[in-house]
C-alpha cells in the first residue's frame, strides 16, 4: 500500500542545482520511487531530519526534487513529520497508518541493506504487514571489488567506513534492546 523511505539519504541544500546533496545512500529513495512508479506500491512516503533552520526538511526536498524531475505525481507522494532518527521514523509512521483508517495495511520500508534489520526491528507493528526494501549495498560492491584485485594489507577508508556503520547499527541494537527493556519494567 506505501513505501516508506528512510531519511538520510540525502540532505537538502538549498541553492544548489538539483536542491539536495545526495550520499551513497541516495539508492534508498530510487528504490522507493521506483517500486511506487512500477506500482508495487500506492504511495511514497518520505521521511527524514529537520533541515537547517527555517530550511526544508529531507521529506521536502526528496519531494520537491521528485516533481522536478517528473518521476511520480504529487498525490502519490507522502512527506511524513520530521524525525531525529530510526525510532521517530518509525512512530511519525504508525502514526500515519493509523490516521489512513485501516487503508494502509501493507508498508514497506526503504533503507539501506545495512541498517534494514534494526529498522525492521522498530517498524514492526506500524502496519499489519512490514516488508523490507534494502537499498545501499557498500559492503557487496567494495568486496566484490576486493574480490577483483586481489588482497591488499593495507586498510582503506571505505573498511573504517564499513566499520562506522556496523559500529553505529551495534550500538543502536543496544540502545533499543534497553528501551524495550525499560518499557517492558516500566509497563
Known sequence: DAVVVLGGGWAPAVGLPLG???????????????????GRADQLWLAGAVGRTNGPTDGECARDWI???????????VVLPPSRN????????AERVRASGGRVLRLGVATSAWH??????????AAPTVGALPADYPASV???????VGPNWFPRQGSLQ????????????????????????AG
Open 20 to 38: 539536495l546533496e545526495a550520499s551513497d545512500a541516495f539508492d534508498r529513495l530510487l528504490a522507493g520511487v521506483e517500486v511506487v512508479r512500477t
Open 116 to 125: 534494514m534489520p534494526r529498522a525492521l526491528g522498530l517498524f514492526r507493528g
Open 162 to 185: 564499513h566499520f562506522y556503520l556496523w559500529l553505529s547499527e551495534v550500538v543502536g541494537r543496544w540502545r533499543n534492546a534497553g528501551a524495550e527493556a525499560a518499557g517492558k519494567a
Open 142 to 148: 567494495a568486496l566484490a571489488r576486493r574480490a577483483e
Open 67 to 77: 516533481l522536478r524531475w517528473g518521476l511520480l505525481p504529487a498525490e502519490k507522494i
Open 86 to 93: 530510526t525510532r521517530e521514523e518509525a512512530a511519525r509512521t
